[in-house]
């Protein structure tokens, strides 16, 4: 077993763990295998997710406290309640999103085109020193 390990550059723990899926799962276990995580640790079930997205759709003005307070209410012991800060998190991102969706975008209005250099000058500063002392009126 060190042999290989040392041929294919991988520890003698990890070449055995290997070994041991192989007698499971014959030829399958040496495919690549996806590294995405089981459970994400502050990720909320989609369950809880959802009941605080409609708690927040049925009282737009409440903030993330007040929706925690609904939604322990709402739960009163039939579920394991999240802490204030995922119920925070997921209530601030529909505020957010619902808010982007009914606001406007703001559009500029055109350059009028100048007839000579200088024409359009958009840095006015007013009056002041050079470096000779004198004042200069821009």
Known sequence: MTDVCREFGVSRKTGYKIFDRYKEQALAALSDRSRRPVRYANQLPEQIEGLIVRLKAEKPHCGARKI???LVRRLDGDVRIPAKAPSMRC??????SSAAAGRATARGTPLSTGAGPNDLCADFKGAFKLGNGATAIR
């Not at 209530?91 to 957010?96: D, L, R, V």
């Open 91 to 96: 209530s601030i991102a529909m505020a957010w």
């Open 68 to 70: 925690h307070e609904l």
